[in-house]
């Protein structure tokens, strides 16, 4: 599943991030900024009508992401114990 796909209110645990080409510098970004594998994470709020951007919590920080961001990091469903 996808981040860009969790529906409001509910946590994941990150699986990776995707990148789009040879050192991708969003997807890196995204690293540097806590999405790793086994980190729990988010979706807090969404913009109306399915809109940019969706707001992502991981920890006690949190992030707006873009829906195209939010899609290179695959999450999955059960939280890490």
């Known amino acids: 599943m996808r981040l860009s796909d969790l529906p409001k209110g509910t946590e994941a645990v990150v699986d990776r991030v ?6 991708d510098p969003i997807a890196q970004r ?5 999405f790793v ?4 994470v988010r ?3 969404c913009a ?3 809109g940019d951007p969706l ?5 006690f920080t949190r992030f ?8 290179r990091v695959s999450v999955r469903s059960e939280v890490a114990a």
């Open 18 to 23: 995707d990148d789009a080409h040879t050192n």
């Open 30 to 34: 995204l690293r540097d900024l806590g």
């Open 64 to 71: 707006a992401l873009r829906r195209a961001e939010a899609a």
């Open 43 to 45: 979706v807090v709020a």
């Open 37 to 40: 594998d086994g980190e729990a």
């Open 48 to 50: 109306p009508l399915g």
């Open 55 to 59: 707001l992502i919590q991981i920890g």
